[in-house]
């Protein structure tokens, strides 16, 4: 299948993909930095996410704190998704690769949620500084960040009242991102 049918289904097939992905990854990243799941935001995730996530829970248990049913989910819906843009594309690809490339398109969308959110959070800072903590949006954000943000405040200290640190987390995690495209597997 090539041309403007197949490129349509794969833009369609990583759309929808990738919005569901990007739910469940937040849903796991909030419960791993214990984010407030009554913040309307959170709950949100929940609702979108609860319909897969709760027989699967019934089945595979937690490990340790982490959601195991959720890590699966969301590599089996990548690999999924690969193996069908590897189908439009009419191309044969090993399975083994595809689960390479699934863990590491995984690993750098986790990394871009926490970019774009430090992102976010530097801004609504600037736009609403007092007031911001009562945003649902805000605190999901303070929550999901404070963890990288805070080893990064204690190293670099305010320099005439302006915080660099989420510069510096941004730039460490950039690089995150650049190395996790160099070393894994790449579907052309």
Request: charged share 10%; aromatic share 12%.
């Amino acid at each position: 299948m090539n041309g403007f049918f197949a490129e349509a289904g794969i833009y369609i097939v990583k759309v929808v993909f990738e919005l569901y992905l990007l739910a469940i990854l937040l849903r796991f990243l909030f419960q791993l930095v214990r984010a407030d799941f009554y913040n309307p935001f959170s709950q949100f995730v929940v609702a979108l996410t609860n319909p897969v996530l709760r027989p699967l829970r019934r089945i595979i248990p937690g490990l340790f704190g982490i959601d195991i049913a959720s890590v699966l989910l969301l590599l089996g819906l990548k690999t999924l998704e690969i193996a069908l843009i590897v189908w439009l594309r009419d191309m044969i690809v090993p399975v083994v690769a595809i689960l390479f490339a699934s863990v590491g398109e995984l690993l750098e969308l986790t990394l871009y949620i926490f970019i774009v959110s430090i992102f976010v959070r530097v801004l609504l800072s600037w736009i609403v500084p007092y007031g911001g903590h009562s945003s649902p949006v805000m605190g999901v954000l303070i929550s999901l960040t404070e963890p990288l943000m805070r080893p990064a405040r204690r190293m670099i200290p305010p320099i005439g009242g302006v915080d660099l640190s989420p510069l510096a987390v941004i730039v460490a995690l950039q690089l995150g991102v650049m190395l996790l495209q160099y070393l894994t597997f790449r579907l052309p």
